[in-house]
């Protein structure tokens, strides 16, 4: 009898022990409720940081970015926000900041006009600039200047768009169109409106030399877009006001427009989207400028596919336009752009392998292309 009691006791412990053994092995419960809750906050704060625009796809945020592994932890922290997508009321707001800023003449809009993109002539820009005396003075004023050494005087917009090409001249009554809509009270709002002007000079340079060299269509447009691309910066520097400005900091992009981001709730990209609505510009105008800042926060591959090489190359030129124009750099022989670790190039480098860009970090270290942006800055100095 003991012995069959001790053998029950035996498996009794046996089949304890097993089903000890089943529990510890069994999978915990889910805390469903928790998980439920903490999966809705997260994506209430991705759907707050995910802007929609018409223009620039919705991968192009802070959200998305922060999703790269290898994205920079100053860029990881930077949260762009897109003009479209404000209430009415905070449109109306930014719009009455700038509503004192004398329109521009209408040569501004035959400029961009479509038709005048697609199919204008010399002869067409030289009646139009003809309509603009005081736009036609500067133009000629800046071809007859050390910049372009002429042996003699050229003395009518006919000669100015010969010698120098229709989207050369084109760049210069942009150029002069928006620097002449805005006024400085002071120096030292002169001054930073004078460095957006020179950083729009020598990056409109830089993209019409690198349209030429890349074989890139539509090189009228992306010239005209990157000189656009200037306008924010400077509406921001002629109204913003003197204490904000100086908060500013004049290089690094990434950081530039952090600070505006901070002290205005829009980057000075955005601000330039929303002066071009304003006037009047077509929406696809205002886009194509407005949309090259916001490389700075778009993965290559989330751009248009069918802008996303001019936006690209937009972006670069009124970077290195910027740090030429500070003294940041003195030439381009020594730009490695595939190695570069600038934060604000991240997004761009991932379109280097675009078959459209693949000879850009090349052509940017000709000693010819610095040659010629030499020439542009010396000129510029002596103004």
Request: proline residues 6%.
């Amino acid at each position: 009898m003991n012995t069959l009691f001790a053998g029950l006791a035996g498996v009794l412990m046996l089949l304890a022990a097993a089903a000890v053994w089943l529990l510890l092995r069994r999978p915990a419960k889910p805390q469903a409720p928790a998980l439920t809750t903490a999966r809705r906050a997260a994506h209430a704060d991705a759907a707050q940081a995910r802007p929609i625009t018409r223009t620039v796809p919705a991968q192009a945020t802070a959200a998305t970015a922060l999703a790269a592994p290898t994205l920079p932890a100053e860029l990881a922290g930077f949260q762009h926000v897109l003009a479209d997508t404000l209430t009415p009321e905070r449109r109306s707001t930014f719009v009455a900041m700038f509503r004192d800023v004398p329109r521009p003449p209408k040569l501004l809009q035959h400029l961009m006009s479509p038709e005048f993109l697609n199919t204008a002539d010399s002869s067409q820009l030289v009646e139009l600039i003809g309509a603009e005396p005081l736009i036609a003075a500067k133009v000629l004023a800046a071809v007859n200047s050390p910049l372009y050494g002429l042996k003699s005087p050229v003395r009518s917009a006919g000669q100015a768009v010969t010698y120098l090409g229709l989207n050369s001249v084109r760049s210069l009554c942009l150029q002069y169109i928006l620097i002449t809509a805005f006024k400085a009270d002071t120096p030292q709002r002169q001054q930073v409106l004078d460095g957006a002007w020179r950083a729009s000079s020598l990056a409109s340079e830089l993209a019409q030399q690198l349209c030429h060299r890349l074989n890139m269509p539509e090189a009228g447009t992306t010239v005209s877009a990157v000189v656009l691309s200037f306008l924010g910066r400077l509406a921001t520097a002629a109204t913003m006001p003197q204490g904000m400005l100086a908060k500013v900091p004049e290089r690094d992009f990434l950081q530039r427009s952090r600070a505006e981001l901070g002290l205005m709730g829009l980057c000075a990209g955005e601000i330039g989207r929303l002066v071009m609505v304003h006037w009047g510009l077509p929406d696809h105008i205002a886009a194509d400028a407005a949309d090259i800042d916001t490389v700075l926060v778009t993965p290559f591959s989330a751009l248009d596919s069918q802008r996303s090489a001019r936006l690209a190359l937009g972006y670069l030129c009124a970077r290195l336009g910027e740090q030429l124009a500070c003294g940041e750099r003195t030439d381009l022989l020594d730009f490695d752009l595939h190695h570069s670790t600038a934060a604000e190039l991240h997004h761009l480098q991932g379109g280097l392998d675009d078959a459209r860009l693949a000879a850009l970090p090349q052509l940017l270290r000709e000693p010819r292309l610095s040659g010629e942006l030499q020439r542009v800055l010396m000129a510029l100095n002596r103004r």
